[in-house]
T-cell receptor, first 115, second 116 residues
Framework: DTGVSQNPRHKITKRGQNVTFRCDPI?????LYWYRQTLGQGPEFLTY????????KSRLLSDRFSAERPKGSFSTLEIQRTEQGDSAMYLC?????????????FGQGTRLTVV | AQSVAQPEDQVNVAEGNPLTVKCTYS??????LFWYVQYPNRGLQFLLK??????LVKGSYGFEAEFNKSQTSFHLKKPSALVSDSALYFC??????????????FGGGTRVLVKP
């Protein structure tokens, strides 16, 4: 499967714990995005990487959230001291830098439940 | 700031009838517009996009969308709906001005239910 891969698919954690999600983009896609989707809502932008550089961050990305893409390939999203409000689907997407209007390809997401 | 509105939370249609899902947008510059579909426990799948050129855009699975600049709309259409089209549909926009960055802004989604 050459699509965007996200792991784990589901994560249940206790409030206050740290969690880390991984995203493997489509090979050779140098743009990578993280979005958050809560029940009944559309995805909300969190952050964007071009290669290893984090170029945009949403105000939604509080200081408890950190994202990395150390070698310009896979990316991780870490949430520290999780809160119940962090419960959501976390979506990763990637796109090639062929042109500015290329569509993004989404993974199946990681569903986080904070109890 | 860029924004998208999908005024209908749900659209019900009988199989074989035309399907329309509405979307309006707001941007500072020119819009790049996208439609995605989401099936249960799945990620978003790209359907079609408008960048420039012909206002009528054709996409996957028989879907098409019409860009209307004066009405700032990008409604999704399918001439004859199938039961398998039942899913959650999202409209998204990206502003072409540099200050807007690369992010997509999504609407709240419209659930489509096609009844046999």
């Amino acid at each position: 499967d050459t699509g965007v891969s996200q792991n784990p698919r589901h994560k249940i954690t206790k409030r206050g714990q740290n969690v880390t999600f991984r995203c493997d983009p489509i090979s050779e896609h140098n743009r990578l995005y993280w979005y958050r989707q809560t029940l009944g809502q559309g995805p909300e932008f969190l952050t964007y990487f071009q290669n290893e550089a984090q170029l945009e961050k949403s105000r939604l990305l509080s200081d408890r959230f950190s994202a990395e893409r150390p070698k310009g390939s896979f990316s991780t999203l870490e949430i520290q001291r999780t809160e119940q409000g962090d419960s959501a689907m976390y979506l990763c997407a990637s796109s090639p830098q062929l042109e500015e209007n290329t569509e993004a390809f989404f993974g199946q997401g990681t569903r986080l439940t904070v109890v | 700031a860029q924004s998208v509105a999908q005024p209908e939370d749900q659209v019900n249609v009988a199989e074989g009838n035309p399907l329309t899902v509405k979307c309006t947008y707001s941007v500072s510059g020119n819009p790049y517009l996208f439609w995605y579909v989401q099936y249960p426990n799945r990620g978003l799948q790209f359907l079609l996009k408008y960048i420039t050129g012909d206002n009528l855009v054709k996409g996957s699975y028989g879907f098409e969308a019409e860009f209307n600049k004066s009405q700032t709309s990008f409604h999704l259409k399918k001439p004859s709906a199938l039961v398998s089209d039942s899913a959650l549909y999202f409209c998204a926009v990206r502003d072409d001005i540099k200050a807007a960055g690369n992010k997509l802004t999504f609407g709240g989604g419209t659930r489509v239910l096609v009844k046999p």
